[in-house]
């Protein structure tokens, strides 16, 4: 932390996830938020490594220049950058502020963690995609969820009368980030459960399943289940099930409320070496720790219909969207958080990129089809 800058005293939770309290508060999310430990392997990581030629990687910045990749990483707000290749970590770049060995939130990127949860539960007759969410959160009756299937859930296809307004101070998104405790509380409005405030979302009007529409609320909902499928809590089960088997270096974190709930679609931290892991298990097809036939459903992608007329069709044309990950329609897989987190997946070259970042905008469309077009001239480079 620069402390010429700011003092720890002065980040809260009324503005960690801003610049430039973020580019320290988004590695030590658990002294904000109550946080639940996702135990890892614990082994210890070897040096860091150079960008090598990576560095000479052309891409267009904000204002149409041209720029080498480490300048676009520094002026984009970027914290670390992770390249794998075949398996192999073969160049990595970090801010000056960032520290490699600590967990960095990976946002929505949690939302693709919970799917594969979802997806190994599946695989031991544990829960059924076809299943209704009711099976397993009984409490969810009367509301959005109560006619609704787990497929629609993991889909972004449910009827849901809630806007997610990252920035707004007085909706129903206000109410849902005090709920998790990412915000201050406010006497005047007691907060409830995260699990009280999702089960209490109403229906919209259209039905389920034909409109993409991206409510966060939604993975909160899955891992609820996965908790409920798996009989254990969502921290534990991605510990044994995941992290320790795939040899997880460094352990993780998940935000949780007051009554341990997980925050599952945006509250997971992890190094950038370990998320790159985890996108190389799905590269591989699951390595014997999630089951092939789901991660070959995730590369098939899902409705390609509904993803185009869905709210976020323009940004990945010709894309479709499954199971809490994006395929992109170009033959690579990602998941994809708030402030500029990114996973990206490409079997073709066997690259995965790992990019975290603390954009000043939770969402920003132009850097992000710049940021697209950075992963996709690394995911063709070669060195």
């Known amino acids: 932390m620069h402390s010429e800058t700011f003092e720890r005293a002065a980040i809260d ?27 890892s392997a614990r082994r210890k990581e070897t040096p860091t490594r150079a960008l090598g030629s990576f560095a000479e990687i052309a891409v267009e910045g904000e204002t149409g220049e041209t720029l080498p990749l480490p300048r676009f990483l520094e002026e984009s707000h970027s914290n670390a950058l992770v390249v794998m290749r075949g398996g192999d970590i073969i160049a990595e770049w970090y801010a000056d502020h960032c520290d490699p060995a600590r967990p960095h939130i990976i946002f929505s990127i949690s939302k693709s963690v919970t799917g594969l949860l979802a997806g190994i539960l599946e695989s031991r007759g544990m829960l059924s995609f076809s299943d209704p969410v009711v099976t397993y959160i009984p409490d969810a009756e009367g509301s959005a969820y109560g006619d609704l ?22 909706s129903d998104y206000d109410r849902y980030r005090r709920a998790m405790l990412w915000k201050p509380e406010r006497p005047d409005d007691p907060t409830p ?48 099930e995941i992290w320790k088997p795939m040899g997880a270096f460094t352990d993780a974190f998940i935000t949780v409320d007051r009554a341990g709930n997980p925050r599952s679609s945006g509250g997971i931290s992890m190094t950038a070496r370990d998320l ?50 994006y395929e992109t329609g170009t033959g690579a897989l990602a998941g994809l958080g708030i402030h500029g987190q990114s996973l990206w997946i490409d079997r073709q070259s066997e690259t995965v990129i790992v ?10 469309d132009d850097l992000d089809q710049l940021v697209i077009a950075m992963l996709k001239a690394i995911s063709a480079h070669i060195p």
């Open 13 to 39: 939770l009324s503005n960690w996830r801003d610049l430039p309290w973020s580019r320290w508060s988004f590695q030590n999310v658990s002294e904000f938020v109550p946080s639940a430990l996702i135990a």
């Open 149 to 170: 299937s787990l497929q629609d859930l993991f889909n972004m296809t449910v009827a849901v009368d809630f806007e997610e307004l990252y920035l707004d101070q007085t």
């Open 193 to 240: 459960t995260l699990r009280e405030l999702v089960c209490s979302l109403p229906r919209a009007k259209h039905p389920h399943g034909g409109h993409h529409a991206y409510r966060s609320p939604n993975a909160d909902m899955a891992g609820l289940v996965v908790e409920a499928a798996a009989g254990e809590r969502y921290a534990d089960f991605l510990s044994k």
């Open 276 to 325: 790159a892991r985890l996108g190389e298990l799905v590269r591989i097809g699951g390595g014997a720790i999630i089951p092939a036939s789901f991660i070959e459903q995730l590369w098939a992608g899902g409705d390609r219909g509904v993803w185009a007329s869905g709210e976020q069709g323009l940004l990945f044309p010709g894309g479709s969207y499954r199971n809490y990950w």
């Open 355 to 364: 990019r975290q970042s603390s954009e000043p905008a939770p969402v920003n």
